[in-house]
């Protein structure tokens, strides 16, 4: 006669599936790291030392347990401490040639960040603040020549100041934002908003706007340049 094996856990005798333990012994300890975890026996905080963010799973916060869970302990995949610094010092300052080098660390929308004085930095306007100076005012932006910004590009001599229309201007001659023809919902062509603009006191604007299938208000923004104002 075949032998049953059953739960390791005293009194419970249901069937074994694994690590010792029955399903429902095993699931608490997937979920929680102990087979006798019920609602009752919760952590109000993080077990590790110097974090106080409420429990989650496995006496863990959803950082630490997020952690644990893609790299096997709670504190996987954290950046040394100090290394971002070392990098942007000993890589990125010292770099003087004209390749992208690209943010290895931590980033926001795809921009290089780091904690510099308590504070989330970018890493393209510390790198600049180094290379060419304090910003001329506090709306200028640290602009990128090579238009990888958005992919952590770092390198110094790609860095410059600018103010937020040059930047946006750049972003378009770079193919980063969509605009005229290339966005989906537009309604005409290059050649059509010129020959709008030289309508321009010759017709009224409600007739221009039904040659061109559009309204009246589309028309005055187009002489007006509030609408594709970067089409000479």
């Known amino acids: 006669m075949a032998v049953i094996r059953v739960c390791s856990i005293p ?14 012994h095993y699931k608490r300890w997937l979920a929680h790291g102990d087979p006798t975890f019920t609602k009752f026996h919760r952590f109000s905080s993080c077990v590790l030392k110097g974090c106080s963010k409420p429990a989650k799973a496995r006496g863990l916060c959803g950082a630490h347990h997020e952690r644990w869970r893609r790299h096997g302990s709670p504190y996987g995949g954290r950046t040394p401490k100090g290394e ?12 003087d040639g004209d390749d992208c080098i ?23 306007r510390i790198v600049c603040e180094e290379v060419n100076g304090p910003p001329p005012t506090d709306d200028h932006e640290a602009a990128h020549s090579c238009g990888n910004g958005d992919l952590g590009c770092a390198t110094k001599g790609h860095l410059s100041w600018k103010t937020p229309t040059e930047n946006t201007m750049d972003k ?22 010129r020959q709008i603009r030289a309508l321009c006191g010759r017709l009224f604007n409600r007739e221009i706007a039904e040659r061109f299938g559009i309204n009246e208000t589309t028309v ?13």
């Not at 969509?178 to 062509?189: E, I, N, Y």
């Open 11 to 24: 009194s419970c005798g249901n069937p074994l599936l694994a690590k010792s333990f029955c399903r429902l």
């Open 84 to 95: 971002p610094e070392r990098y942007l010092r000993e890589n990125i300052l010292t770099y």
């Open 102 to 124: 690209f943010w290895p660390f931590a980033d926001l929308d795809g921009y290089g960040r780091m904690m510099q004085d308590g504070k989330c930095r970018r890493v393209s």
């Open 172 to 193: 378009f001659l770079h193919g980063r934002i969509a605009r005229g023809t290339a966005l989906p919902q537009s309604k005409l062509t290059e050649v059509q908003v």
């Open 220 to 232: 005055r923004q187009i002489h007006k340049r509030e609408r594709w104002a970067w089409l000479e």
